[in-house]
């Protein structure tokens, strides 16, 4: 029996939330936790999904009925998942089971498949879904690494030494749909304010877009407490987030700030070498569930 199995990274957003959802850059990176689909051939005529721990099959579904179409496919498959994301935290895993899921099937069915057709069909399964969105997620799931997005451009891998981000969850999951609604409801009453935070902010992503490619930590974490300064200036942050970023910087971090929409989920920070175990212990007693993640090179490969 024919066995396919793909998996795809998560991600983090290191620059440029919210404003990157109104076509200005913003800067991803891939992470070391993966999502895995295995593919093999069904045995009656009936699809067969099994996604295991990942409870939300939805991606899973609309993927498989946007490539069966696309590609004309009549015949059946069995479809089971695996994951080394945390059952709390995202960490991107929409994107990625949804890339996987569909790079997975072109595998399977020898159906030649560019990234940037990945790209495009991915983000048709998560905005058929989640209805609002960038796709600078699914461009850190495709391609690895960090990369600088915006969109209706190329995305550019950005080579750099740099390969561990220190990742602090609150506890709390947000929506990130409510967060860009109300980004949204409030720039559509403000416009001009809103438009100089988000001018603001393009800034600092084209700046760290230069300190990521000279490896520069210090300057980058400094780029980063600028990046969540506005960001609170958009009304997204919370006081957990902003009591984790501080202590994460009176502990020894470069600089830190939320990543993602906000409104709780997690903040980032680049410390020293010899600060990361201090800053870890200053967010953990702080209440938060600390990781250390090393930045995955590798985008969405073909698992043998």
């Not at 899973?60 to 089971?80: H, M």
């Not at 942050?237 to 502990?251: G, I, N, Q």
């Not at 600089?255 to 175990?277: N, V």
Request: hydrophobic share 40%; aromatic share 8%.
């Amino acid at each position: 029996m024919k066995i396919t199995t793909v998996s795809a990274p998560g991600k983090l957003i290191l620059f440029g939330e919210h404003v990157v959802v109104y076509g200005y850059p913003a800067i991803v990176a891939a992470i070391n936790r993966r999502m895995a689909v295995t593919v093999t051939d069904s045995l009656d005529m009936t699809d067969h999904i099994d996604t295991g721990i990942v409870l939300d099959q939805r991606f899973v579904k609309e993927s498989l009925i946007l490539f069966k179409k696309k590609y004309n496919i009549n015949s059946y498959i069995t479809l089971k998942t695996s994951s080394q994301f945390s059952d709390r935290v995202g960490f991107g895993s929409s994107a990625a089971i949804t890339v996987a899921t569909i790079y997975a099937l072109a595998t399977h069915f020898k159906k030649p498949m560019t990234k940037d057709v990945l790209f495009d069909l991915s983000y048709q399964v998560v905005i058929a879904i989640q209805k609002k969105g960038s796709g600078a997620d699914i461009a850190a799931s495709i391609w690895g690494g960090i990369v600088y997005f915006q969109k209706n451009t190329p995305v550019q891998k950005l080579d750099s030494t740099i390969n561990e981000i220190i990742v602090g969850y609150t506890g709390i999951k947000a929506s990130t749909t409510k967060l860009i609604d109300k980004v949204s409801t409030s720039y559509a009453y403000d416009p001009k304010t809103f438009e100089k935070i988000f001018i603001s902010i393009s800034k600092i992503v084209k700046q760290a877009k230069k300190e990521i490619v000279r490896s520069d930590e210090n300057k980058l974490g400094e780029l980063m407490s600028e990046n969540h300064t506005l960001l609170k200036k958009l009304k997204v942050s919370t006081v957990k987030l902003d009591c984790l970023v501080k202590y994460a910087c009176e502990f020894g971090a470069y600089g830190g700030k939320l990543s993602g929409a906000g409104g709780g989920d997690c903040m980032t920070a680049i410390a020293p070498e010899h600060a990361k175990k201090t800053v870890k212990s200053a967010l953990s007693k702080s209440g938060a569930t600390v990781y250390i993640l090393t930045i995955e090179t590798e985008g969405v490969r073909i698992e043998l």
